[in-house]
């Protein structure tokens, strides 16, 4: 993962309102909601696995939660050991989907476009966890925006469309002619790897 943008230590405090700056609640997990798209029952660090408005989501129905997964692309909160110590830190995912992580980080956004820049990000030594050495070599968010009315829209397919389906089918049942053994199908899917795909053309 790209961690981190913002910083929970390090900023001018002075420049910030204070309630800029104030910790977050935790939102580790949020009530079900219905229209909750499930797709995978055989998940293996969830019940279910499925999508909400194109967020990938885990899915517990008997206890009516859900929560965002940690797929390549998803955007969360950093914090501390203790839950409510989130503040202006954040991460991207941009590697293989970190699942552990999973109903312990407040997950609140998910890159539509622009991955191909994020994997140029520089790397740290791998012997301190990836972390930079040398703070020269951060690199800096030069501008962000809020989504506006006026904004660029983007479309997210959803678990229905017949291009997400055939894909699926695909991971489920090898259903195509480069698979030549198909011992163990059908098979369950991951979500992280099989998400929904993003347009700035309706889908």
């Known amino acids: 993962m790209a961690q981190a943008g913002g910083s929970n230590d390090t900023h001018d405090a002075s420049k910030f309102p204070p309630t800029l700056l104030k910790p977050i609640n935790a939102e580790f997990t949020q009530p079900l909601n219905s229209n909750v798209n499930v797709v995978e029952s055989k998940d293996m660090f969830a019940p279910n696995t499925g999508f909400l408005d194109g967020f990938p989501v885990g899915i517990d129905q008997s206890r009516k939660e859900m929560w965002g997964l940690h797929c390549p692309g998803v955007v969360a909160f950093a914090r501390n050991s203790e839950k409510d110590t989130a503040s202006t830190e954040f991460y ?10 999973d109903r312990n980080m407040s997950v609140v956004g998910r890159v539509l476009q622009g991955m191909d ?14 972390v930079l050495d040398d703070i020269t070599q951060e690199s800096k968010i030069k501008q962000a925006f809020v989504h506006a009315n006026n904004a660029t829209p983007y479309f997210l397919q959803t678990p229905h469309h017949e291009e997400y389906k055939k894909r699926a089918n695909t991971g489920r049942n090898l259903d195509n002619p480069f698979f030549h053994d198909n011992t163990y199908g059908p098979r369950p899917i991951d979500v992280c790897y ?4 993003t347009s700035n053309k309706a889908w």
Do not use: F, S
């Not at 820049?117 to 990836?130: E, M, T, W």
């Not at 099989?194 to 795909?197: D, E, G, I, N």
């Open 194 to 197: 099989y998400q929904t795909k």
């Open 117 to 130: 820049v994020l994997q140029k990000l520089p790397r740290g030594n791998l012997d301190r966890g990836g």
């Open 92 to 101: 991207i995912v941009i590697g293989q989907a970190p699942r552990h992580l």
